[in-house]
């Protein structure tokens, strides 16, 4: 186990973009053999727009690096953080920082995301796209970049996980990202069996349907546990009926323009039907 938090913890940023690109790579050309939705659309122009901003949030996010290591650095000094009040084998830390991890810096802000006005109209940039294909999955605005790493360096301070632990938990999430966003087919049982307890790409889809209640629920990063425990979770009778999308931002011209994505949290709130914040 020490073996394997000494090498996260040295891991190059090369060889994490390794990763990140062999997963992407990966499911993409698992959906393009196996799609779930035929999507009538130019797919290399969606993977690009999305690239663009997959690669803002990859440099925000290796800028950032330098915060959450200084966060992990305070903790160990201070055995400051929940993981530092109990003494616990190693495994156990392991898997209690990468749960703890996934709540706050991750479940917590993105449903704080749309519980928030001004913090749901950076998100909202995310759930624009109505072509949800594995380059959605860091399809997130500059903004929202900077508010997500901002919660992870106050998840590690919270938590008390080792560099090491931040580093296995953030690999687990860029997987994450592509498996669930991927246009791919997964056999109901096994996907309804598994989103039990981490989130399923069907489980993860019913988040990106187009209208309420739906686009308000199934919030989960890596552990679905979280929806299931807070009651946060819906569904659909069939994961065809799903529609990407926002009801507010359904013309390609607002949804596919870099320009226009780039300016949504600084243009006038449209409120949703169903919505939860007044004009």
Not at 220 to 228: E, K, P, R, V
């Amino acid at each position: 186990m020490e073996n394997i938090i000494q090498f996260f913890e040295t891991i190059p940023a090369s060889t994490r973009s390794i990763y990140l690109v062999s997963g992407f790579v990966f499911f993409l050309i698992v959906e393009m053999g196996i799609p779930h939705f035929r999507f009538e659309y130019n797919k290399l122009k969606h993977i690009l727009l999305n690239l663009f901003f997959t690669l803002t949030t990859l440099v925000i996010n290796f800028a950032g690096a330098s915060l959450i290591l200084l966060a992990a650095d305070y903790n160990k000094a201070n055995s400051t953080g929940i993981l530092n009040i109990f003494m616990v084998p190693l495994w156990l830390k392991i898997i209690l920082g990468i749960l703890l991890l996934d709540f706050v810096g991750a479940w917590l802000v993105h449903w704080i995301e749309h519980k928030v006005k001004w913090l749901w109209k950076f998100h909202l940039i995310h759930h624009t796209d109505p072509y949800i294909d594995v380059s959605s999955g860091l399809r997130h605005h500059p903004g929202e970049s900077v508010i997500r790493l901002l919660f992870t360096a106050l998840a590690v301070l919270v938590t008390g996980a080792p560099f090491g632990v931040v580093m296995i938990y953030q690999t687990l999430s860029a997987f994450f990202a592509h498996l669930t966003h991927a246009n791919i087919i997964v056999p109901t049982i096994i996907d309804k069996t598994f989103a039990t307890i981490i989130v399923t790409p069907y489980f993860h889809k019913i988040h990106h349907h187009y209208i309420q209640p739906h686009t308000d629920s199934n919030y989960g990063n890596i552990f679905s546990i979280w929806d299931h425990l807070l009651r946060t979770t819906t569904s659909v009778k069939k994961i065809d009926e799903i529609t990407y999308g926002i009801d507010t931002h359904m013309a390609p011209e607002e949804n596919s323009n870099i320009k226009n994505l780039l300016m949504i949290p600084f243009q006038k709130y449209r409120a949703p039907v169903g919505s939860k914040f007044s004009d």
